[in-house]
């Protein structure tokens, strides 16, 4: 038993608080609230393990989605406008989201596909904003060093899990990772009224229902009330009626917003909703009938059964159901990049290269265009030109770490596999894997490559990684 918990603390040291090169000793009373640089620190080494060990949403629709309403509600909350932040969607069925060092806020997929309206998911969102944005989270990153043994284990038997069971392993370690984060940022009393109060505000100035907060955390608590255990989210973020009662009477003091959802809200939904259970299923016939028909009265329907045909390979359909939806409204993006994703399914990318190609003219930042768009080039055989486009936008600030993947593979594809290594080697320290990231700059730093700047940067992200590998193997 002894040698077992030794190396749960062994092999636990070099998964959590890698950072710890790099940070403060949180011991000490001149560090209790952290500077938002060392906050950020942590945030990131955080997120760098989220990404190893959590299934998170890859699609580029959902993940521009959240980050639009994430920003939305960030420009009109102006204690951060000074803040960084990143959004992200974990995949997992229970109601829950949690703000992390650094403006890192994740929400679970089951938050999204059970919100009634977009504003309580905007409620949320919002409240989880407010936590980064008053300090809350660097005021109980004391706890960081405090967790019990047996909430690391529990973390580590996690991963354990999913090497013998994946399905049971990724529900466990979604479990446990948010119950770890949340142990450290525990939001006291003060903490949540705080949040309401400034969400409830964030949630009028962006035009969002006010009403949605106090309606939301009623409904999570009457649906769970013969449940023996809460929602993460209940677990996280008590909720009791006064909490209600008194975000209820600031949302009548100030002014309601007319938006209560989107469309956009309503596709991104039925895109979560859509799983392998809907091939060849019941509801799928069903719809079918309904399509032949002309019975459906929601857009939304109508959509969904246009992705179910997608998954089930009748591709003539999908793409006869996603036209008619662009179509309707061709500079919807989400039908617009559900078409083209439908062309490329087919084999036929020379039909959604035009589409995206203009227009990426109006937005030439959307993520979901410049991914979809890589990919029909890279179908058609024009590597070279998808390298182009994403060497553009790989390297911003807060890219998703797919983008650098998907770059590797073009570049490979287009022959330019001097720099393949580079960005291979990036996506892997993103994702959390320092020691394959290191592997991979090592071989970077004695390819060619026409950038002046190569070497030095390379050369500093390898002193980086080594001095963050050599802080875990003392550790050990």
């Not at 956009?264 to 309904?290: C, G, Q, W």
């Not at 995206?356 to 029909?376: C, F, G, H, Q, R």
């Amino acid at each position: 038993m002894k040698q077992f918990i030794l190396a749960l603390i062994s092999c636990f040291s070099t998964f959590v608080v890698a950072a710890d090169a790099e940070l403060p000793k949180m011991g000490s009373s001149s560090s209790r609230v952290l500077s938002e640089l060392q906050e950020q620190i942590v945030g990131d080494e955080y997120m760098r393990q989220i990404r190893r060990y959590l299934p998170l949403v890859q699609d580029p629709l959902v993940i521009d989605y959240i980050k639009h309403l994430g920003f939305k509600l960030v420009e009109n909350n102006p204690d951060a406008h000074d803040r960084q932040f990143y959004f992200f969607v974990v995949q997992n069925d229970t109601l829950n989201a949690f703000a992390m060092p650094g403006g890192y806020i994740g929400t679970h997929t089951g938050l999204i596909t059970e919100a009634d309206t977009e504003s309580e998911l905007a409620a949320v969102l919002g409240h989880e904003i407010a936590h980064v944005t008053q300090r809350h989270l660097a005021r109980r990153l004391e706890k960081a060093q405090q967790l019990s043994l047996p909430a690391l284990a529990a973390t580590l038997g996690s991963i354990i899990v999913a090497t013998q069971n994946a399905r049971a392993g990724i529900g466990l370690m979604a479990t446990t990772q948010a119950g770890v984060q949340q142990a450290i940022i525990n939001h006291t009393r003060s903490n949540e009224k705080e949040a309401d109060r400034i969400g409830i505000q964030t949630l009028s100035a962006a035009g969002f229902d006010t009403a949605a907060m106090a309606g939301f955390f009623e409904k999570m608590q009457l649906n769970t009330r013969y449940l023996r255990k809460p929602p993460e989210y209940l677990m996280t973020h008590p909720v009791n009626q006064t909490r209600i009662s008194d975000a209820r009477a600031r949302a009548r003091a100030l002014p309601n917003g007319k938006l209560s959802s989107t469309l956009a809200f309503e596709l991104i939904k039925a895109r979560l909703r859509l799983s392998e259970d809907e091939k060849n299923s019941e509801l799928y016939r069903k719809n079918t009938k309904r399509y032949q028909e002309k019975s459906f009265t929601k857009e939304e329907q109508l959509y969904f059964f246009g992705l179910q045909a997608q998954l089930n390979s009748d591709h003539t359909t999908a793409i006869k159901v996603l036209k008619q939806l662009h179509d309707s409204s061709p500079r919807n993006l989400i039908y617009l990049v559900s078409l083209a994703e439908s062309y490329i399914a087919a084999q036929q990318p020379t039909k959604a290269i035009p589409m995206l190609e203009a227009e990426l003219k109006n937005t030439p930042s959307s993520y979901p265009l410049i991914i979809t768009y890589s990919k029909a080039l890279n179908l058609n055989n024009q590597p070279i030109a998808a390298r182009s486009l994403l060497l553009e936008h790989a390297y911003s600030n807060n890219a998703e770490p797919s983008m650098l993947n998907l770059l590797a593979r073009t570049q490979e594809m287009a022959g330019f596999t001097d720099e393949v290594h580079e960005s291979r080697g990036q996506y892997l320290y993103l994702t959390g894997d320092l020691k394959g990231a290191l592997a991979q700059f090592e071989i970077a730093l004695n390819r060619y490559s026409d950038d002046p700047y190569a070497s030095q940067r390379i050369e500093a992200r390898i002193s980086k990684i080594e001095k963050t590998l050599k802080e875990q193997n003392k550790k050990k």
